[in-house]
């Protein structure tokens, strides 16, 4: 069972053309296995699509939150993907998922495109089958979703280059991308 990420049916790769987004891609390393099969599966996604992205780890899902807000203060990117798994064992698992699911979807709201691909399932087995980029794919599923996003805003805004979502505090710097700065 996969809940959580986005799970879509269209496998689209976007053409940016000369203007490829940045995107990091943040996974939670608790579950060493599944969490490579998510990262393999978001790479494999996001190089069909020209994108420049980088990878970070987190110890567990529940880093996932604040490591994505200091992502996005950061300015840097166009989009934001998460990764991560739980195993639904008890109370204390499924309260750990609901508020890293929670957490996440709450920061989405403010106009970020972000893939989430956060799963859980009833053992680390069928967690690393959701996770395979050959049975569930949530990492290449959670890229589509950001891929999708960011294509969305530039189609929306008319925009060709350095778009970065504008965050609400003037604090935070959006990606620039042709003049090598960073402006409010």
């Known amino acids: 069972m996969m809940l ?8 689209p790769t976007h053409d940016f053309g000369d203007n490829p987004p940045r995107v990091i891609v943040i ?7 599944v969490e490579q099969a998510l990262v393999d599966g978001a790479r494999e996604r996001l190089r069909k699509s020209n994108a420049d ?26 989009a934001y993907i998460v990764l991560g798994g739980v ?4 109370i204390a ?44 794919d949530a990492g290449g599923d ?10 969305l805003f530039r189609k929306l805004n008319g925009e060709k280059k350095g778009i970065g979502f504008k965050p609400a505090s003037e604090h935070i710097l959006i990606a620039e991308r042709d003049q090598g700065k960073k402006t409010t």
């Open 93 to 136: 698992q499924e309260t750990i998922y609901a508020q890293c699911v929670q957490a996440i979807t709450q920061i989405s709201t403010q106009g970020f495109a972000i893939g989430m691909g956060v799963i859980c399932s009833d053992s680390r087995k069928n967690l690393f089958k959701d996770a395979s980029v050959k049975r569930g």
């Open 53 to 78: 992205f980088e990878i970070h780890q987190v110890p567990g899902v529940l880093e996932l939150a604040p490591a994505l807000r200091m992502a996005i203060n950061t300015g840097n990117f166009d």
């Open 4 to 11: 959580g990420a986005t799970k879509t049916n269209v496998k």
């Open 27 to 33: 996974s939670a390393q608790y579950y060493e296995d």
């Open 142 to 151: 959670a890229a589509a979703a950001a891929l999708h996003l960011i294509s």
């Open 87 to 90: 195993v639904d064992g008890d």
